[in-house]
C-alpha cells in the first residue's frame, strides 16, 4: 500500500511541519525542505544513490531531524503527459518508502524542471563542475516551491 495523497490533502498536515522535496534521479537524489510556514523551499542537500535501504535510511533520519510532516516528489513525465520509465521507478521508490515511513507522499509535475535549473545556473555564470554539485537540490528546491505555490493559491481560494 501506498501513501501518495493529492495535494489537497497537504493542507490537513499538522501546524509547522515542514515539506520536504524530492528530485529522484538514477545516481543521485537531491533533497529540499520548506520553511515551517510552507511558504519557501530551500536546496538541503544530494544524497549519491547506494542502495534503496541506504538511501531510504537517510530519507527518514532528516525527514524525523526536520519534523517533516509531508513528500513532495518529482514525477517525470514524458512531455506528452505519458508515463515512462522513470515515472515507474518513482513510483516504485514511493512504494518501497512507505514501507519506512507513514509520511504522505505528492507526485508533483516535473517536466522541464532541470532545464529551467540548468539556465539559471548558466546565468548565474557557474561552473560546469558548480553546476554538477548544485543541480540536483535545486530542482528538489524548485519542485517543492512549485506545490507550496500551489498550496499558497489553494489558501488564497479557501478566503
Known amino acids: 500500500m501506498t501513501n501518495i495523497v493529492s495535494i489537497e490533502t497537504f493542507k490537513e498536515l499538522p501546524y509547522h511541519t515542514r515539506l520536504m522535496g524530492f528530485d529522484l534521479g538514477t545516481k543521485t537524489i537531491g533533497l529540499s525542505l520548506s520553511d515551517i510556514e510552507r511558504r519557501i523551499a530551500t536546496a538541503l542537500e544530494t544524497i549519491r544513490r547506494v542502495k534503496f535501504t541506504n538511501d531510504a535510511a537517510r530519507i527518514v533520519e532528516l525527514a524525523t531531524k526536520h519534523n517533516v510532516g509531508g513528500f513532495v516528489f518529482g514525477l517525470p513525465l514524458n512531455m506528452d503527459g505519458s508515463e515512462g520509465p522513470r515515472a515507474q521507478a518513482t513510483r516504485a521508490f514511493v512504494r518501497n518508502l512507505a514501507k519506512l515511513t507513514p509520511v504522505p507522499v505528492v507526485l508533483w509535475d516535473e517536466r522541464l524542471t532541470t532545464v ?23 530542482a528538489a528546491a524548485y519542485i517543492l516551491q512549485g506545490a507550496l505555490d500551489r498550496l499558497s493559491f489553494m489558501a488564497y481560494e479557501d478566503e
Open 116 to 138: 529551467a535549473v540548468t539556465r539559471t545556473l548558466l546565468a548565474a555564470d557557474a561552473s560546469r563542475a558548480r553546476r554538477g554539485e548544485l543541480v540536483d537540490k535545486l
